[in-house]
């Protein structure tokens, strides 16, 4: 890996061969435009045949882990087809370069997780919230279909019934809820946040790479086989930022309203 070329991931390696992500778009609440998207899809792959690297952490930088999709580089996905296709290509990869690395991946959510952001936090294999989290899938209450990974895991994580519940409605789940229905690992103390993360993160680098990495692959399989669920909520996803709702949803969380959608209801 050459560490300088992931922007706002800012990578950096620990002696124990732990790699930090951390993500830091200063002045955005860490919201993820079209460079931080395209880096989020592809350092698990880069990480994963570098043989330094020996498990991989993700955390944020400031008050919010992650504000989801750029509003400005959202916009743009319901404008330009050539930009809509990059962004689908690369929340595909983003989604299986991460189920699929076989390094073992942590990540520790403070404040909001949105949308990219939020989904990278919950594919990681342990996964800990801040007390102070405030976890949204984000994608219906911009007028599109749950995508990026919402459809392939959260039924498996917390059961389709919650799934159905928050990813429909939009509900924002703190992070002792999160932990509560299983969407999250662990719920901690917002001040241990980061250093449990990183115990956590040392100790999976430290261990057995072979008892681990394998374990990783086989429990994933139950990933795997939700890829046509996922791929399906990806495509419906992408067709909504070419409808009116999604233009509306975007221009009401721009200016800080409640959206007032018009799209036709006999799909």
Known sequence: MDMGTYGA???????????????????KLNAVDGDLHRALAQVWRDADADPRVRAILLHAR???????GDLAWVRRLTEDFGARATAFREARDLVYNLVNCS??????INGVAVGAGLAVALLTDVSLAGRSARLLDGHTRIGVAAGDHAVL??????????????LLLCEQIDGETAERIGLVARCV??????????EVATRLATGSATAIRWTKHALNHWLRAAGPAFEASLGMEFLGF???????GIAAARERRSPVFTGPADD
């Open 62 to 68: 400031g008050r919010a882990f992650s504000a989801g």
């Open 153 to 166: 895991a959260w039924p498996i994580l917390c059961g389709l019934a919650r799934a159905r519940y928050h």
């Open 189 to 198: 103390d917002d001040d241990d946040l980061l250093a449990e993360a990183r």
């Open 242 to 248: 070419t409808g009116p709702d999604a233009v509306e």
């Open 103 to 108: 390094k073992p991946t942590v990540s520790a």
């Open 9 to 27: 991931l800012h990578p950096h390696l620990t002696p124990e061969g732990v790699l930090e992500l951390v993500l830091d778009v200063p002045g």
